[in-house]
């Protein structure tokens, strides 16, 4: 799992990443929790998605954002964090030029920050988004949102409560072209503490049906 460091618009980034085997392997960005309430790409949920992905064959990227670790620069509300994404992006789509697909998954701040940048990537195979902060900021950017995913919510959520990950859901599932499949973890909190290995099963569950859908 090397260590690697990229240059971004605040400067350095800190990132691990591991390198797939086949030189078309399919790539994946992990994108970690908000930094003012302790995110880092360490978070227990981002290395579980970090590993679900790797068992499968992919190129792997987590990293911090500014101002996170040893990343340089200062938290930036969301705008230099999606910067920060987009060049994390361009470091893994150069390092490996002949990917079979492209994924995006984040927790939390980071499912916001990944739904933000797939918007911006149309070439994006999927995503997975666990515990999105849809009460906290405006998630109508995606309209139309071009790939297809995984919401993934815990049934307990005070931080987010279901109701309003639904509300999105509801939008994402009145559009063409795209499946969104929405999974409710009976008394998962917004934390995922006790509730690691439903994050495993889950997540891990639906990358086997697309990709035995879509070989990557």
């Known amino acids: 799992m090397p260590e690697v460091v990229l240059t971004g618009a605040a400067g350095r980034i800190e990132g691990r990443y591991s390198p797939g085997k086949r030189e078309n392997a399919p790539i994946a960005l992990i994108l970690h929790p908000h930094p003012r309430a302790g995110g880092h790409m360490n978070h227990p949920v981002s290395v579980q998605l970090y590993h679900l992905f790797m068992k499968r064959g992919f190129s792997v990227l987590r990293f911090n954002f500014r101002g996170v670790g040893r ?55 999927g995503f997975i988004s666990v515990s999105p902060p849809t009460n906290m900021y405006d998630f109508s950017f995606l309209a139309p949102c071009p790939a297809s995913g995984l919401i993934l919510h815990g049934q307990t959520d005070t931080v987010v409560p279901p109701v309003e990950v639904e509300r999105v859901v509801s939008k994402l599932r009145t559009q063409k072209g795209i499946v969104i499949d929405y999974e409710l973890v009976d008394n998962a909190t917004h934390f995922w503490a006790e509730h690691l290995p ?12 697309r990709l035995e859908a879509e070989p990557a």
């Open 71 to 125: 990343s340089q620069g200062e938290f930036d509300a969301g705008i230099g964090e999606l910067a920060d994404a987009a060049t994390a992006l361009d470091w893994l789509q150069a390092t490996n030029p002949q990917a079979s697909q492209f994924w995006v998954a984040g927790y939390s701040f980071g499912a916001y920050i990944g739904m933000q940048l797939l918007m911006r990537r149309p070439e994006t195979d």
């Open 198 to 209: 439903e994050v495993e099963k889950r997540v891990g569950a639906y990358l086997d049906k």
